[in-house]
Antibody, heavy 119, light 107 residues
Framework: QVNLLQSGAALVKPGASVKLSCKPS????????IHWVKQSHGKSLDWIGL????????NYNEKFKNKATLTVDRSTNTAYSELSRLTSEDSATYFC????????????WGQGTLVTVSS | DIQMTQSPSSMSASLGDTVTITCLAS??????LNWYQQIPGKSPKLMIS???DLADGVPSRFSGSRSGSDYSLTINSLGYDDEGIYHC?????????FGSGTKLAIE
């Protein structure tokens, strides 16, 4: 079965960077885009962008273009989201997600990574 | 970007009640609208895709409808399991956008 395993919670200092990982299993890694979604204050969701694991090409939400960098490592079948110049506004839970096959929507989600920015 | 205006922001209802949550799209998105349920502490779960199609394993108590740019999620015969946050999501174009979420509490 499809599973997306994300890295554990991170506590980072303001101004620093953090690299979150997402390791899918249960399907060929290069067959589906990986999307990243931010959840602030435990409620609203924001789409950060997507990466095509096959080509490495990306599509960012303009809002996150100077904040997030999406990459993949095809040797380990892992997707990454690096967040830079962190501020308190970046404290949130970050999810990776994959589109469904029979249904058009995010049918598969990682468990989420809580990022806390604090000195 | 397409704005999704979701209402209400929060609501409470009783066991067995019927509730409706709505999303208004700022422009035409056709049928490209999904609904997700998020139980506290968990990841979102796809409930409705294509505005009206029930996702796999979702009880028929859930239904989605569309009237122009207005989209609704209706939940019949509310149970305690239905408590959580509900999100609408447009996938008509990038960037994908979500509504602000509706927190549903069961009394």
């Amino acid at each position: 079965q499809v599973n997306l395993l994300q890295s554990g919670a991170a506590l980072v200092k303001p101004g620093a960077s953090v690299k979150l990982s997402c390791k899918p299993s249960g399907y060929p890694f290069t067959d589906f885009y990986i999307h990243w979604v931010k959840q602030s204050h435990g409620k609203s969701l924001d789409w950060i962008g997507l990466i095509d694991p096959n080509s490495g090409s990306t599509n960012y939400n303009e809002k996150f273009k100077n904040k997030a960098t999406l990459t993949v490592d095809r040797s380990t079948n892992t997707a990454y989201s690096e967040l830079s110049r962190l501020t308190s506004e970046d404290s949130a839970t970050y999810f990776c997600a994959r589109w469904g096959v029979l249904r058009s929507g995010f049918a598969y989600w990682g468990q989420g990574t809580l990022v806390t920015v604090s000195s | 970007d397409i704005q999704m205006t979701q209402s209400p922001s929060s609501m409470s209802a009783s066991l067995g009640d019927t509730v409706t949550i709505t999303c208004l799209a700022s422009q035409d998105i056709g049928k490209y609208l999904n609904w997700y349920q998020q139980i506290p502490g968990k990841s979102p779960k796809l409930m409705i895709s294509g505005a009206t199609d029930l996702a796999d394993g979702v009880p028929s108590r859930f239904s989605g409808s569309r009237s122009g740019s207005d989209y609704s999620l209706t939940i019949n015969s509310l149970g305690y399991d239905d408590e959580g946050i509900y999100h609408c999501h447009q996938y008509y174009e990038y960037p994908f956008t979500f509504g602000s979420g509706t927190k549903l509490a069961i009394e």
